[in-house]
């Protein structure tokens, strides 16, 4: 959504100046959320603060439908949506290792990360 997110104002009916200015709003809002995380994520768990996260998220894809050309309605959205796609950035590395252990952590993301091959090739590199 993030690349598309100029356009997508523009079409609720917003002006081309406000949606740029309300577009350019979420990347400081991903740092300020990614602060936040920092400064209190720490006596919660990953998951916890994904799912706080996401919760984020919902209400700003909410607040979004509801922008119908009013900047304000559009800032309202920037802020929430631009805090869980910074925090989400961070938990996505994060909650895997509370959820697996972090003991095979690395290995795990590997074998995730490993592209899907043949049969006959997969079983060469198990």
């Not at 800032?75 to 959820?99: C, D, H, K, Q």
């Not at 590997?110 to 090739?121: D, V, Y």
């Amino acid at each position: 959504m993030a690349a598309h997110v100029i356009g997508l104002l523009t079409a609720t009916g917003l002006s081309a100046r406000d949606a740029v200015l309300v577009g350019s709003l979420i990347g400081p809002m991903q740092v300020a959320g990614r602060i936040m995380e920092f400064a209190f994520g720490r006596q919660l768990q990953a998951l916890a603060v994904g799912t706080l996260a996401f919760a984020l998220m919902v209400i700003a894809l909410a607040l979004f439908t509801q922008v119908h050309g009013v900047w304000i309605v559009a800032l309202a959205f920037a802020i929430p949506y631009g805090w869980s796609n910074g925090v989400m950035t961070i938990v996505r590395g994060t909650v895997p290792a509370e959820l697996f252990g972090q003991r095979d952590y690395g290995a795990l993301l590997g074998r995730l990360a490993r592209p899907q091959s043949s049969p006959r090739r997969s079983r060469r590199w198990r």
